[in-house]
């Protein structure tokens, strides 16, 4: 009788997956052996890929090694010109430029483990692009394809003359003549494309394929002439109450003016909580901070309700909150679908630590929102120059800062940072401190302020880069419009482009999420 056969010592699994951080570093030694001569990925190169588009990066594994990956990004390939580099058209291989309201899917790399080739790899990660492309209804997946058997042809055939009869099939061309395969049409011959590429003498074939089952949708960004976003930032005045309650009224006045406004964002300062110290008997500030975060259920109730309410997103300054034994100082989001979300001060002053024993927080979050993506960065924070960076190259248009300031010094460094972060990111900024005084709340005796939104400094926008600001120091509001369609034009082909600028070559910022 013969025995039956195990067949699962013969398998060999192939999976064609999304990269993950765990493939780095196999994606790096693999891409060294198929492209000898040119520079490698840099592990945040790989790492902004899945910061921006994860869903676009893929691999296929063979027995757990890593023998294929592609990486794409999303563009409106109408807004580049056509004879366009590498370089200009990846962000330098970072891929901040990937845009999820785009209508083209753009390839820029592919390979093949040299041990694995024939196996039908590249066609696996084509496919999975075109699946992708469908899903996502894009009109089509452009490439900038190297042509790298040029070199030996270069002495008798023109870059067009060498395609011509690469695509007449009299002569092979290990790239070009795959994507031909494989459905793509040729556009154009660029010049100058990928600065490393000696084999194909800097040339590269611009090629297209088209997707058919595209559905026209006005889903999609139609090229807006301007996207408002309106914000109301209140300079809140921090003065004596006898409850809980008046604290809610005079939080609804304001969110009510911003509501009247049609505004978008209302922004409370940083730990203006501070104010229902005033009605507690207790003078250690230890112990009354302690005390105030027995409040943060109801400070979380009333804010959700007003978000809710007056259909308004509000950044709710900042309060402090008891979490396993240590006092956070958090910012809350508070959408006006009524969901909620969170942001830790990550540094904390010296005041800070000294009266209240606050602990900092660990990570930079950018949010989501229905009028795009913010961070949140809470007073000290903005002075730290990193921070802001790693907010916009995560998607942020707007980084809100409230902030409690004691004296004018205090309040100009906030400031001043403020409006760098706004210049050097390309993005909007958005201040909101306390005024008046709290003269039974020890640490809490005087404020000064001056709130304001700021932008970048450009033609596109206001002269000074300041939207809109308050008079320092009076309880008021001032309320502006942001344009994140001009921001978007702005990083694109501004006067300067800080952030399309940077030299990642010689320098990066290394983000220890934990």
């Not at 757990?64 to 592609?70: A, D, L, N, T, V």
């Not at 800097?202 to 297209?208: C, K």
């Not at 304001?452 to 509001?477: H, K, L, M, W, Y």
Request: proline share 3%; net charge negative.
């Amino acid at each position: 009788m013969v025995s039956k056969i195990d067949v699962s010592k013969y398998e060999k699994k192939m999976i064609l997956r999304n990269i993950r951080e765990g493939d780095f570093l196999e994606i790096i030694e693999m891409q060294k052996l198929c492209f000898r001569n040119m520079e490698p990925w840099k592990i945040e190169h790989l790492q902004s890929h899945l910061e921006h588009f994860p869903e676009g990066q893929f691999c296929v594994e063979y027995d757990g090694i890593i023998i294929g990956s592609c990486s794409s990004l999303i563009i409106n390939f109408d807004e580049y010109d056509d004879q366009h580099t590498w370089n200009e058209i990846t962000d330098k291989g970072y891929i901040t430029n990937h845009d999820p309201e785009g209508y083209n899917l753009y390839g820029i790399e592919v390979m093949v483990h040299p041990d694995y080739r024939r196996m039908k790899i590249g066609r696996r990660l084509y496919e999975a692009r075109k699946d992708l492309a469908r899903e996502l209804n894009l009109k089509s997946i452009i490439i900038g394809g190297r042509i790298p058997n040029y070199y030996k042809y270069a002495k008798e055939l023109t870059p067009r003359q060498y395609v011509e009869e690469v695509m007449m099939h009299n002569i092979y061309d290990p790239v070009l003549t795959f994507q031909v395969m494989n459905g793509f049409t040729l556009k154009r011959v660029n010049p100058n494309y990928l600065h490393d590429d000696k084999a194909s003498l800097r040339y590269a074939t611009l090629m297209e394929w088209n997707n058919i089952d595209y559905r026209a949708t006005m889903l999609k960004r139609q090229f807006k002439t301007s996207f408002p976003v309106r914000i109301t930032t209140i300079q809140y005045e921090m003065k004596k109450i006898s409850s809980f309650e008046d604290f809610a009224i005079q939080c609804e006045y304001y969110t009510d003016v911003a509501a009247s406004f049609q505004s978008d964002f209302a922004v409370f300062p940083e730990i203006f909580t501070l104010q229902l110290l005033s009605f507690l008997p207790e003078k250690s500030p230890s112990l009354a901070i302690r005390r105030l975060t027995e409040f943060t259920e109801d400070y979380l109730d009333l804010f959700t309700n007003l978000a809710v309410k007056y259909n308004v997103n509000i950044i709710g300054g900042s309060h402090f909150v008891e979490e396993e034994g240590k006092i956070f100082n958090i910012s809350y989001l508070f959408r006006r679908d009524g969901t909620i979300e969170k942001q830790y001060k990550l540094h904390i002053t010296p005041n800070e630590k000294r009266f209240w024993g606050i602990s900092g927080g660990d990570k930079v979050n950018v949010f989501d929102t229905d009028c795009g993506k913010i961070a949140i960065q809470i007073c000290y924070d903005i002075e730290f120059p990193e921070l802001g960076r790693i907010a916009v190259d995560r998607g942020a248009n707007i980084i809100f800062t409230p902030f409690c300031t004691d004296d004018r010094q205090g309040y100009l460094r906030v400031r001043y940072c403020s409006q760098a972060r706004a210049i050097e990111n390309q993005v909007y900024t958005v201040l909101s401190g306390t005024v008046g005084n709290l003269t039974d709340v020890e640490n809490m005796d005087i404020q000064y302020a001056q709130s304001g939104i700021f932008s970048p400094s450009d033609f596109a926008f206001a002269r000074d880069g300041i939207v809109g600001e308050c008079q320092p120091n009076i309880e008021t509001v001032v309320v502006g419009d942001v344009d994140l369609e001009i921001l978007r034009r702005n990083r694109r082909a501004g006067s300067v482009r800080q952030l399309k600028d940077r030299r990642h070559d010689i320098f990066s910022i290394e983000y220890r999420q934990k």
